[in-house]
């Protein structure tokens, strides 16, 4: 199967500042890649998404950047909210089919 | 806002017991998944359906789970019988299924939380 990392489990940021997680994936055939956050006891919320065509998307506070040389991925949360505590999952398909998902990122706000 | 319902919320059941798992996803959204997750992991794909037709089971252990979707709307994932290592939370989504659109956002449910004991 498809491998799809982090490098920070956990990462603690002051609020306010802006906040980076990261996301290696394995498959360069992937080409479709979407950003979840996942609330304790809840189900993974779509947060923002990106085709392997473009390499930066922005939403609103978030932005994602895809570095298909090294097949990198990262999430981008600006001005770091107390509600953006959560974990923070990457996946990634190839077609829009099966969807791989990495471990996650749990992401502390320090108020 | 519509939303992807489950129930039950969750399930204590003892091993070698039959569990049943419901989802009901947004209407309209054409494909749904079964989703595994361990405590500490990402979701893990157990099946996929588009209408009523699977798409994808390749990682549903077929000795003791079934999933079905009958008339294509709601849909049953079944484990019969349940061991210890079947606890987690079992997650629904559903999406559009839009294949070639921009997007293909999947919309989770609340998820179960089986344990079994």
């Known amino acids: 199967g498809e491998s799809v990392g982090l490098h920070l489990p956990t990462l603690s940021v002051q609020e306010g500042d802006n906040s980076i997680i990261n996301c290696a994936y394995s498959?360069?055939?992937?080409?479709?890649f979407i950003w979840y956050k996942q609330e304790s006891g809840k189900g993974p919320q779509f947060i923002i998404d990106?085709?392997?065509?473009?390499d930066k998307r922005q939403g609103q506070r978030v932005t994602v950047l895809l570095n298909k040389t090294v097949k990198h991925l990262s999430l981008q949360i600006a001005a770091t909210q107390p509600g953006d505590s959560a974990v923070y999952f990457c996946?990634?398909?190839?077609?829009?089919?099966?969807?791989?998902f990495g471990s996650g990122t749990k992401l502390n706000v320090k108020p | 806002e519509a939303e992807v319902a489950q129930s039950p919320r969750y399930k204590i059941t003892e091993k070698s017991q039959a569990v049943a798992f419901w989802c009901d996803p947004i209407?309209?959204?054409?494909?749904l998944y079964w989703y595994r997750q361990i405590l500490g992991q990402g979701p893990e794909l157990l099946v996929q359906?588009?209408?009523?037709?699977?798409?994808?089971d390749s990682q549903l252990p077929k000795d003791r789970f079934s999933a079905e979707r009958l008339k294509g709307v709601d849909s049953t994932l079944k484990i019969q019988p349940a061991e210890l290592g079947d606890s987690a939370m079992y997650l629904c989504?559903?999406?559009?299924?839009?294949?070639?659109?921009?997007?293909?956002?999947?919309?989770f449910g609340p998820g179960t939380r089986l344990t079994v004991t």
């Open positions: 989504a559903s999406s559009f299924g839009l294949a070639g659109g921009w997007t293909y956002e999947q919309y």
């Open positions: 498959n360069s055939a992937s080409d479709y």
């Open positions: 990106i085709r392997s065509n473009m």
């Open positions: 996946a990634e398909s190839f077609g829009f089919n099966k969807f791989y």
């Open positions: 209407s309209g959204h054409a494909t």
């Open positions: 359906f588009q209408d009523e037709s699977v798409v994808d």
